[in-house]
């Protein structure tokens, strides 16, 4: 029987990642667009089939987490997303780009459904460590605009791509190493703290988890994506720097796994509801707020939406981990990453369609009236029990 602690270690440096390997496009885009005789928003709709893949590709490789092996999947995730970011860095046309990009979603949409049901079949505090699971992931989005502004600034966009693929590659034989397969039924589900609502009101609980999923995810995924397009555009009076946009992005990012890991313990203390509201009401006042802000109050306002986005993913994870039996986690979170990330892989040709017509103040106006919807959900989501199991 494999060591949880070692397993749960892989998972979260799985998640960073996973996160990583998807948002270096998106901050190596503004070097690249010049490079393909194309402009921002030309070049960034190619990794639209990219995050789509991400999402839709969830279902299967979930269905293969539980009928199959999950510790398989995830050396198959390893492996194959650092084979597919050094395709990245080695592509010669857009249309290159985009096979290359497609296949770095599909590799990416396996940790989700398969590394967090393995991430939770061996958590003793599911709070607890979902929210630090989720600061790794946050990490993953910090450092990917960190040091892929750094390498497209100082050595070259397309070291970006093989540099981290390469790293991939050499975690994954580690991972190959020392975490075996364990027949389903192995190991007993860990003693969390369940939450119980009247079968009357579980359509509350759906209805509010896939609207506050698609919501959400458009959100978190846009905002990821154009976040350094939209500081190099806006912070020009500070800055114009690559590396140093980069570095004031990933500081911006900091602070959502902070709320993650805050998050994360609030969970094992209070109910869904009490954690899920504030966060909530939030994010729209906010979005509507910065879409006329530039310079350091956008910077300040940036940090609440990154808050409030960041926490709402913690939030998402825990509903599923609490409502769901381990035999079916996998697949239940699949559901959850396939409308997540499909609504978050349109995110990325909406980002670039409201970047022409309206630039960000369009889109962050856009993601506030998404976000109103959240705010509705919440005030749905039922209260409910909790009984340890």
């Not at 190596?28 to 005789?37: C, H, K, L, N």
């Not at 390498?151 to 975490?179: D, M, N, Q, S």
């Not at 239940?332 to 892989?345: E, H, I, K």
């Amino acid at each position: 029987m494999n060591n949880p602690r070692t397993v749960i270690a892989y998972i979260n440096v799985a998640h960073f990642i996973d996160h990583y390997a998807m948002l270096v496009f998106a901050a190596a885009v503004i070097v690249m667009a010049p490079v393909f005789d194309m402009t921002y928003s030309d070049l960034l709709p190619y990794a639209t089939p990219g995050f789509v893949a991400f999402g839709a590709g969830s279902l299967l490789t979930g269905w293969l987490g539980d009928r199959w092996s999950r510790r398989h999947m995830m050396v198959i995730f390893f492996i194959g997303i650092g084979l597919a970011m050094m395709s990245v860095g080695l592509t010669q046309t857009p249309q290159q780009l985009s096979i290359a990009l497609l296949a770095v979603g599909l590799f990416a949409a396996i940790y989700h459904p398969v590394g967090t049901a393995m991430l939770v079949a061996h958590a003793e505090k599911l709070g607890r460590e979902v929210g630090i699971n989720g600061v790794w992931g946050n990490l993953g989005v910090a450092s990917s605009a960190l040091v892929t502004g750094a390498v497209c600034e100082y050595i070259g966009w397309r070291w970006a791509f093989v540099l981290p693929g390469l790293a991939a590659i050499a975690i994954g034989g580690f991972f190959a190493g020392k975490v075996k397969h364990e027949a389903r039924g192995v190991r007993k589900a860990a003693n969390h703290t369940v939450a119980r609502v009247s079968k009357e009101a579980m359509w509350r609980v759906i209805a509010a988890l896939v609207i506050t999923i698609i919501a959400s995810s458009t959100t978190f995924n846009a905002l990821t994506v154009a976040l350094p397009k939209l500081f190099a555009e806006r912070l020009s009076d500070l800055t114009t720097n690559t590396a140093l946009l980069g570095v004031i992005a990933a500081g911006t990012y900091v602070f959502g796994a902070f709320a993650q890991y805050t998050i994360g313990h609030l969970l094992d203390k209070h109910s869904l509801k009490i954690v899920f509201l504030p966060l909530a009401l939030i994010l729209a006042p906010l979005l509507f707020f910065g879409a006329a802000l530039s310079g350091v109050p956008l910077v300040l306002v940036c940090i609440g939406i990154i808050i409030g986005v960041f926490g709402q993913v913690t939030v998402n994870d825990a509903m599923l981990g609490k409502y769901t039996s381990d035999e079916w986690r996998s697949r239940a979170y699949s559901v959850r990453y396939f409308l997540g990330f499909t609504a978050a892989g349109a995110s990325v040709g909406l980002v670039a369609l409201l970047h022409e017509r309206g630039g960000f103040t369009l889109m962050l106006q856009a993601l506030g009236a998404l976000c109103v919807l959240i705010i509705f959900a919440a005030i749905a989501f039922p209260h409910e029990d909790r009984s340890p199991t």
